[in-house]
């Protein structure tokens, strides 16, 4: 399970830079390779995650919109379709979760990586993220 996105990078970034310091103190060797191998997995696991893809009724158990709701959503273009025309689906990334909303187990994980990195977003650039 996922915890929130933020704090895994900054902790790749910290095994990063510990990766450096056993490079400059001991040599190229397997401590540094590992760890720096490990980080770039972390960061991959998570980047795949953000890509995974929701048919309307998933991303609505999800989510806690209806199905409908969604779909008219992603006919106007508020939300992206990552689907076909008349078989939208919806990226983890692009999802919006209702507030007060609790996603069933399977997918909470990856559902506070998207929320995290959408709250992140929504700081550094105010204008994306909400509706007005």
Same mark, same amino acid.
Do not use: C
């Given at each position: 399970?996922?915890?929130?996105? %933020?704090?895994? #990078? ?10 450096? &310091?056993?490079?400059? #103190? ?20 998570? &980047?795949? !995650? ?6 309307? %009724?998933? $991303? ?6 209806? !199905?409908? =709701?969604?779909?008219?959503?992603? #006919? ?7 689907? #076909? ?8 990334? &692009?999802?919006?979760?209702? $507030?007060? =909303?609790?996603?069933?187990?399977? =997918? ?7 929320? !995290? ?12 993220? =909400?509706?007005?």
């Amino acid at each position: 399970m996922f915890v929130l996105a %933020e704090p895994i #990078r900054a902790l790749v970034s910290k095994w990063k830079e510990e990766a450096v &310091d056993l490079r400059i #103190r001991f040599g190229e060797g397997p401590a540094s390779k590992t760890l720096e191998s490990l980080s770039e997995e972390l960061l991959g696991v998570m &980047d795949a !995650a953000q890509d995974r893809l929701f048919n309307l %009724e998933q $991303a609505a158990a999800a989510a806690g919109y209806s !199905a409908d =709701h969604l779909g008219r959503q992603v #006919r106007v273009g508020k939300i992206p379709n990552a689907g #076909r025309p008349n078989a939208p689906k919806i990226a983890l990334r &692009d999802l919006p979760m209702k $507030a007060g =909303h609790l996603p069933s187990t399977a =997918h909470r994980g990856e559902l506070t990586v998207a929320r !995290a990195e959408r709250i992140a977003r929504s700081i550094v650039s105010p204008e994306e993220g =909400h509706d007005g």
